[in-house]
């Protein structure tokens, strides 16, 4: 890998960190002020409207400057989000300035790739950044758990800070720095050389390009393929995200702090599954993994129906001075499961879209119709599992049905796919 590369992954890691942690910050400080359930998928839900709204205009943003520039930008403009939170805006309001900087984030770190590295070394660039962001999302909700525990409660109420009332409060203080931290790495990154032409001196402009952009993906017989899967596995993740922790709490009997253990588990599972992408699927190749997404939306069906009421309530193994209740030790393997799964099949997805993006588009812009699509599939899915808590229906049953839409639509994918390789050579179209 050129040189660089490993402080792009290391500002991805510190960045993503805080981005886990603050998730389990802001629903504890949702949890603080008494708000209704229905409430914790509006934070998502205004974290994502950044992405969908100024889609047009972050790809000619993030190609106006170096993007080492954008991604410090980005990160400082996270901390301003936290810092709201913690003099008393309402989370979900100050989620949003945090999205605002995340929309602005995401074409920067994924469009630096492109015009760092040659087109064979995007898959396993791609493992790279995944494993990094996963080996972040279990160090990160971990310790967002562990700062927003009982324990955390204690030693705030003896420290007696200004500012810094509860666990939430902590946490949301600690995630601050992380994102400062994140900023300064940034300022490391190199200068790829890359130069676009700063389209945001035509702000009225950009919209038509955008639309052209997003027709352009979408008509090509390769990159529509790998558009759909990663706008359907993207939604589902995040939707998932939120999920894993009702999940727990229901089906296991897990608090907050203890239900973020298993985001990381999950976490886990995707960086084994995206080490295993980087090893054995070439861009070449990289379509054959489409039934590996179907596979993941039938194993999240299964989740649904894991509970520790299938197991003796005393069942347990001793490890040192701690009893490991038997369904924990069976939960984690599912989870670590599901989450290769997902990493196996999103990594190769994604580093097609990459390439075949910057083939036909700028990386910016490519990036940029990406996010707006992947986005506005959270938005609908978030949107929806809301409408289903409002209903009162089960975690149980929206697991199912989440994990149904996905399974299906990626079947839906499979098919598209071998109907346009029988019209084009999708092998030669990853080539060019």
Known sequence: MKKGFYTIIAAQFVSSLADNALLIAAIALLAVIRSPSWITPLLQIFFTISYVLLAPFVGAFADALQKRHVMFISNALKAGGCLLMLVGVHPIVAYGVVGFGAAAYSPAKYGILTELLPAERLVAANAWLESATVLSTIVGTMLGGALVSA????????LDLPVIRTAADLAMFAVMLVYAAAALINIGIPDTGARYPNRLAHPAKLTSDFLHCFHVLWADKLAQI??????????????????????????????????????????????????????????????RVLPIGMLAGIVTIAMAFYSKSLFPPDAGIRVASFTVPLYMLFAWPLMIGLGGLAGFFIVPMNAVLQHRGAALLSAGHSIAVQNFNQNLAVLLMLGAYALLLIAKLPVQWIIVVFGSFVTFMIWLAKRRSAANSREVDMRALVEE
């Open 151 to 158: 324990y955390a409660g204690k030693l705030v109420t003896h």
């Open 226 to 287: 790998a558009l759909w899967v990663t706008t359907l596995m993207w939604g589902a993740a995040v939707t998932l995200q939120l999920l894993v922790l009702k999940w727990a709490d229901a089906n296991l009997g897990l608090s907050l702090s203890k239900a973020a253990v298993m985001q990381g588990v999950t976490g886990l599972g995707v960086a084994l599954g995206a080490a295993a992408a980087a090893a054995w699927i070439s861009l070449r190749t990289s379509l």
